[in-house]
């Protein structure tokens, strides 16, 4: 576990208004922070105080709760002294509820540790309303009669709230209730089986109550996460993010990893904050950028440019600004091909830039899905175009996405069934069971209650019949595509059980039987419920135990995005150009699952249909090699290659 080197060099953090820490990996973070937290609670219990802890919910602390029933089941770590007060709840809510903050603390942490029972407090989404504004006083009161918090646990959500205080929150706020505002409640969506039935308040401790705290530390993980992580950190207070209020607290301090902290200045536009090393990477950076800013192509940057946007040091050791320009338009150049798999040896041509491992024609491919449409939303175009051109092309789905079906989706194809049976005279043993069970528990399902057995098995097969005529749709054959029904999928919550072996060794299982050439996985780690993560991290952890196979040394993994964003084209190793026909062509692959057509179930915070993200993400990738002076395309799906050094989970 290794801060990132460059963090603690005074010069290049000098925007940053609140102390960051910042760490290869997630998991990395989140250990830092639990170790700090364990060390007060061991400092406190040897002089024989108590050690109060603000705790916070959601995908952001989660491995740090871990590592604290870690060290307190094998390193004696005791939470006797322990008090804690939980920073919010939905409202109305009970306990109990699948969907309860105070559920999640118990599930994570106050469960499994030796705390007494007596120093754990929530706020109660329970009570009546009348009684919120005296029970918000006396949870003040609580924490005051505790000495206070030593160190409160914040996420961070993409509209910069903490706890549930929304933008607008003013500094002085006590706990109190408070109505969630549209971004909140879409964010939730997921939890709750859709926004609608998200509660619409929430009872949470207030910016004053928080400021007060001894230390804050707040988490914040992921692409998705750095856009607010710099507001957050390094453009002035305003009540519009009430997370910038923790600038100036003493003790405050965020804990990233090096995908939340990319925006920060230090890591977005270094050369603005210290001296650099001017290696390929970072100049490919900064010439994208300037261009970007002045509306250039590449090759039209002058010294003039690069002096005024204070590149000096770059042209006085890197040559002049023709070489520069040449030398980063050249990389973008050699990253475009339409032959993603390789050319046959007939369409080979003299000055043809070469691509790994170009001798061997046609590959063995698998593109890993992690839903069972990711495949054709975010790389559709370059799976068309490596069936076209001859790839045995295999497509695996890792799960089977059914949480993410409308219940009136499964009551129509139960129906159907019936019917058909009917219809045909088919005698189907217990289907009538099945069709009486179907119409009685969806009629009395509760919001957020989880599906039945019967329920999650319908609504995968509604979503495996999709993925097969999207697949279809690609030229991909029927027994070419793999339904491996990972088993950390398979809880019909949001919240899954963790990675196991078992997911790892039917991803080897698969690897090995194919032997494939090239893997495409997801590399969007931004999707709401995590399962992206979870499921490249099956992927890479499965090809790490097939690394001395003989087959893996011709194999090269390219990671996609796409649903929920997309590489930047300083990134970009492979660029996927698409014709308008190819366009239409994965536009209507997608559209064959129509059961996240129209309105997913879950859409996280982009609105739109997913065939809308896909096409105007590769658009944008397109219209931007144009205007940095490349060849105009009508889209381009882009891809980074993993060399087995990334920072993602594992």
């Known amino acids: 576990m290794t801060e990132t080197a460059i963090i603690n060099t005074a010069d290049n953090t000098v925007r940053e208004k609140i102390p960051c820490r910042v760490f290869a990996k997630a998991s990395d973070a989140s250990i830092a922070a639990a170790n700090d937290i364990a060390a007060l609670i061991r400092a406190r219990a040897e002089s024989g105080q108590t050690c109060v802890l603000g705790l916070a919910t959601g995908s952001s602390p989660t491995r740090m709760y871990e590592e604290l029933v870690r060290l307190h089941q094998q390193e ?25 903050n105070s559920r999640f603390l118990r599930e994570y942490l106050t469960d499994h540790v030796d705390i007494d029972p007596s ?57 109190r209730m408070i109505t969630l505002d549209r971004v909140t409640r879409i964010d939730a969506a997921s939890n709750f089986f859709g926004a609608e039935n998200v509660p619409r308040h929430a009872i949470t401790m207030g910016v004053g109550t928080i400021l007060e705290s001894k230390q804050i530390f707040m988490l914040g ?33 965020v804990f990233l990893d090096e995908a939340a902290a990319s925006s920060l200045t230090r890591f977005e536009t270094p050369w603005l904050v210290s001296q650099i090393t001017w290696d390929n990477a970072t100049t490919r950076r900064a010439v994208i950028s300037l261009a970007t800013r002045l509306g250039k192509a590449i090759l039209k940057l002058t010294e003039a440019d690069y002096n005024e946007a204070g590149f000096q040091d770059l042209l006085a050791n890197h040559g002049s600004a023709y070489d520069i320009n040449l030398r980063v338009f050249r990389h973008l150049q050699s990253t475009i091909t339409g032959w993603p798999g390789g050319k046959p040896a007939h369409a080979k041509q003299v000055g043809d830039r070469p691509g790994h491992r170009d001798d061997i024609f046609p590959k063995r491919v698998i593109v890993f899905s ?30 089977s996405g059914n949480i993410a079906v409308f219940d009136q989706d499964a009551i129509r194809f139960a129906e159907f069934a019936g019917d058909f049976c009917r219809e045909f005279q088919i005698h189907a043993e217990g289907l009538e069971q099945l ?75 698969l690897l090995r039987k194919i032997e494939p050439h090239q893997i495409y996985a997801a590399g969007d780690l931004s999707d709401p419920h995590g399962t992206h993560r979870v499921c490249l991290s099956a992927i890479l952890q499965a090809c790490q135990e097939c690394q001395n196979d003989p087959w893996f040394e011709a194999c090269a993994v390219w990671l996609y995005r796409g649903a929920w964003q997309e590489w930047a084209p300083e990134d970009i190793e492979m660029a996927v150009p698409l014709s308008p ?11 064959k699952h129509e059961s996240q057509k129209d309105r997913a179930l879950f859409p996280g915070s982009d609105l739109r249909e997913f065939w809308q993200r896909a096409e105007a ?13 490349l060849a105009e395309y009508a889209a ?15």
């Not at 329970?126 to 646990?153: L, N």
């Not at 692409?223 to 003493?250: C, D, R």
């Open 435 to 509: 069709e009486d069970h179907v119409d009685e528990f969806l009629r009395k399902k509760r919001s957020g209650q989880v599906d039945s057995d019967e329920i999650q098995r319908i609504k995968g097969l509604i979503r495996r019949g999709e993925a097969r005529e999207g697949a279809r749709c690609c030229g991909v054959k029927d027994e070419n595509l793999h339904f491996l029904n990972l088993p950390f999928y398979q809880t019909g919550r949001v919240k899954k059980a963790p990675l196991s072996d078992i997911d790892i060794q039917i991803t080897v299982d």
């Open 76 to 100: 004696s770590l005791s939470f006797a002294n322990v008090v804690v007060f939980s920073l919010d709840e939905f409202f109305p809510m009970q306990p109990d509820e699948l969907q309860s």
């Open 617 to 629: 993400r590769n658009a944008d990738t397109a219209q931007r090699y144009d205007l940095l002076g």
């Open 221 to 253: 993980f992921g692409e998705g996460k750095a856009s607010i992580i710099f507001q957050a950190v390094e453009q002035q207070a305003t009540p519009a993010i009430p997370a910038t209020f923790l600038q100036g607290h003493e003790g405050a301090v």
């Open 119 to 175: 120093n754990i407090h929530f706020p109660d989404g329970s009570i009546d309303k009348q009684e919120v504004a005296e029970f918000c006083a006396a949870y003040e009161a609580k924490i005051a009669a505790a000495g206070g918090i030593d160190i409160q646990i914040l996420g961070l959500s993409r509209n910069g709230h903490i706890g549930c205080n929304e933008p607008g929150s003013e500094r002085s706020s006590r706990t």
């Open 581 to 591: 026909l190819e366009v239409e062509r994965k536009r209507v692959a997608i559209f």
């Open 370 to 399: 992690p839903h069972p449409d990711d495949d054709v939303i975010s790389m559709g175009g370059t799976l068309i175009r490596l069936v076209d051109q001859g790839h045995d092309t295999h497509i695996a789905y890792q799960t």
């Open 636 to 650: 381009i799906e882009g891809f980074v290659r993993w060399d087995g050094k990334s920072g993602i989970e594992l």
